[in-house]
């Protein structure tokens, strides 16, 4: 302690532990504090294109996706990354889970999302022709991303539609 | 530094530190911005380093009195 650079030394070691328990009381608080459930409603607009290209099935859809984070930002939040499954069963094999479609919010002021007829991002594919007459569960799934901590992963508002039998 | 003044000199830089983490946490938890605990945080590290790391006249009151040479 008896020079400038030893000084520095021994406050930058001291440094650490107040560092790391900020980090710990901003990372649990996040747990606790991130209870709010967004209001979140989607449905199918309408279908845009269905049809058998270079011998996939392949879905163009328009969904109408109100939804309001405005509640979920607290001190511990980042950022929301949002994005649009589609789920099905063909018949024979395993659940089939589709991101259609993905969305990222930086701040509590873009918060809002207020979509009329959105296109799907990703085109709903199914490589083996089973999308004909399927019926199709859009969800809304929603990472938290923190600042410090875990990441939250949510999932929210239901919505059917049955694709049609022809192409 | 003499010894009091570097024992001083780091309780000081630990209370400042310590009060203004706390400080910092209490008021972006209030306020919700992680923002205003990083600068309250950030804010009173660099008061405690410019207090306690130069070797200022206040940490230099307790000279060492050696015996006078016979």
New interface residues.
């Given amino acids: 302690?008896?020079t400038?650079f030893q000084?520095?030394h021994?406050?930058l070691g001291?440094?650490l532990s107040?560092?790391i328990?900020?980090i710990i009381?901003?990372s649990i608080?996040g747990l606790y504090l991130d209870d709010s459930e967004p209001e979140i409603s989607i449905q199918l607009n309408k279908i845009h294109e269905f049809k058998n290209n270079a011998r996939t099935d392949r879905a163009v859809i328009g969904f109408d996706l109100h939804a309001d984070f405005t509640s979920t930002?607290?001190?511990?939040v980042k950022q929301i990354f949002v994005f649009v499954t589609a789920e099905y069963q063909p018949e024979g094999r395993g659940k089939s889970e589709v991101v259609i479609w993905d969305h990222i919010i930086r701040s509590k002021e873009e918060a809002v999302l207020d979509l009329v007829d959105q296109k799907n991002k990703y085109v709903l594919v199914d490589y083996e022709n089973d999308l004909r007459g399927q019926i199709i569960n859009l969800t809304v799934n929603w990472d938290v991303m923190p600042?410090n901590g875990f990441l939250r992963l949510k999932k929210h508002g239901k919505t059917q539609f049955t694709l049609p039998e022809k192409i | 530094m003499d010894f009091f003044g570097q024992y001083y000199a780091y309780l000081f830089f630990r209370l400042i530190v310590i009060i203004g983490s706390l400080l910092g946490i209490l008021i972006g938890f209030l306020i919700q911005s992680y923002k205003a605990t990083i600068y309250i945080y950030i804010g009173s590290i660099f008061l405690a380093g410019l207090l306690c790391s130069p070797n200022w006249p206040i940490w230099n009151k307790h000279p060492l009195n050696f015996k006078k040479k016979n």
């Fill in positions: 302690m008896h400038f000084r520095i021994q406050f001291f440094l107040t560092t328990f900020i009381v901003n608080s930002f607290n001190w511990n600042l």
